[in-house]
């Protein structure tokens, strides 16, 4: 079963600070990744996703680099907030050839300091 | 609106019981699922309904039926489930298989 490595299992951060999360891929043809952010008793929200052409996509305080050759992909939040402490999960998506099947990373909790 | 909602919100029910949690979205989108998530774990895809056909069954056990009965509903049964299948049931949806999708605030489940 194709996996997603995730690290940190938890990482604890203070407030300006920058959060790093890192995860690693196996499967090649994979062609989409989401990073989701979950709140306790919440589903989980699409944060921001990247596809392999890309190497670094940024949408406010919230950046993904991506490193197709080290099949390695990494979340960078700026300027941590308190508000960010929530659980983050990397995935992975073959796209329409599986149907949409969504591998997940086994997630961060991230919890940041005032 | 990228809205999906789910209900109930909670349920309890005995291994006996039989149950059904409800799923609705308004976007329009052709491709639904349904995952389970323990506590402190990543969601596991069960189900995947693309154009109301099942497309993708995670060999989930039998006990678990879903049902697409149209394009912006998607219902789960539950029948004779065991304290384990305890979890979080989160439904999401995409525009179509392999979009991004969008979940719901889940339905926490406890079997006694």
């Known amino acids: 079963q194709q996996q997603v490595k995730q690290s940190p299992q938890s990482l604890i951060v203070q407030k300006g600070g920058i959060s790093i999360i890192n995860c690693a891929y196996e499967?090649?043809?994979?062609?989409?990744f989401p990073w989701y952010q979950q709140f306790p008793g919440k589903g989980p929200a699409l944060l921001i996703a990247?596809?392999?052409?890309?190497s670094e996509k940024k949408e406010g305080r919230f950046t993904i680099s991506f490193n197709k050759s080290a099949k390695q992909f990494s979340l960078h939040i700026m300027d941590s907030q308190p508000g960010d402490s929530a659980t983050y999960f990397c995935?992975?998506?073959?796209?329409?050839?599986?149907?949409?099947?969504?591998?997940f990373g086994q997630g961060t909790i991230l919890t940041v300091h005032p | 609106d990228t809205e999906v909602t789910q209900t109930p919100k909670h349920l309890v029910m005995g291994m006996t019981n039989k149950k059904s949690l409800k799923c609705e979205q308004h976007?329009?989108?052709?491709?639904m699922y349904w995952y389970k998530q323990k506590a402190k774990k990543p969601p596991e895809l069960m189900f995947v309904?693309?154009?109301?056909?099942?497309?993708i069954n995670e060999s989930v056990p039998s006990r678990f039926s879903p049902e697409c009965p149209n394009s912006s509903l998607l219902n789960l049964h539950l029948h004779a489930l065991q304290p384990e299948d305890s979890a979080l049931y989160l439904c999401?949806?995409?525009?179509?298989?392999?979009?991004?999708?969008?979940f719901g605030p889940g339905t926490r489940l406890l079997v006694l």
């Open positions: 999401a949806s995409s525009r179509v298989s392999g979009g991004t999708q969008y």
């Open positions: 499967n090649t043809a994979f062609d989409y």
């Open positions: 990247i596809r392999p052409d890309v």
């Open positions: 995935a992975e998506d073959a796209g329409g050839t599986s149907y949409g099947k969504l591998t």
């Open positions: 976007m329009g989108h052709r491709a």
């Open positions: 309904y693309s154009y109301e056909k099942l497309s």
